[in-house]
């Protein structure tokens, strides 16, 4: 059990890390709206057909309803927007600053009605955190030449808003009691408002199958394959054989993942402000996870990148 655990475990850190990458080289020549669409349509078709031949019962109109508002938030509002500033922000950095999505929920928390008051740690914790976020995209007076285009920059990090609001719902509204089923429910309804958005900002008619790259088209498989499918397995099994302790280690090993990987495969920038910046988001992350209250596992933001 203990080698199954593990085996998961790094497969859920290697997979769910390099779906930057994936949508870094899928963006490239398909537009990021219809790249998204395609990618949950096609992972909430497979898992609802599997799910449903499997035995889980059939979702009621309110479940739906729940699918339908957070897979707007999770899917088309997070990963479409993170899939928007992709084309001009490097993967790297999109995943440190949708690493501080835990940072936004503790701020989305306390602002909700009837929402849960940070704690002093956790205080500090956010102050220390969107720090990092300026270091990392700040002006150049910051830390040296600010590298990165601002508008991804707050692409990205609306996106992470986004993650965050849809992750507080969706601790708070009716999910059946199969998670895999449900995560089929979010990515078909948020696939289908991805490709709705990439039809109403004009994707559609710009958009040239024949021009589309070998490197994209791989890379919109992976994400469909390895993203969705497999990741998101992996992460499932784990929650019902591992410690939620452990299981939630994936949050910090993401980023490095793909920073990494982004400046390997795709010679993106790797200078010491991203690393300075990278630590101060990850340890800000660690101590608010490490200060807050334990919840009941649920569907979050990063689980579906």
Known sequence: MKTKVWAALLAVYIVWGSTYLGIHFAVQTIPPFLQAGVRFLISGIFLLIWRRMSGDPAPTL?????????????LVGGNGLISLSEVSLPSGVAAL???ATPIFMVLVEALRPGGVRPTAWQVFGLLVGFSGVALLIGP????????????GGATALCATFLWALGSIYNRNTDLPASTLLF???EMLMGGLGLLILSGL????????PSAVSTASLLGLLYLITFGSLIGFTSYAWLLRNAPISLVSTYAYVNPVVAVLLGSLLARETLNPRILVAASIIIGSVVLVNLTKKPAPPAIDPLEVV
Do not use: D, K
């Open 97 to 99: 600053l949708v690493a």
């Open 140 to 151: 150049a007076e910051f830390g040296g030449v600010r590298e990165f285009s601002l508008i």
């Open 183 to 185: 995560t089929g429910m």
């Open 62 to 74: 309110n479940q739906w309803r729940s699918a339908l508002i957070v897979g707007g938030l999770l």
């Open 201 to 208: 900002t004009g994707e559609l008619t710009h958009f040239q």
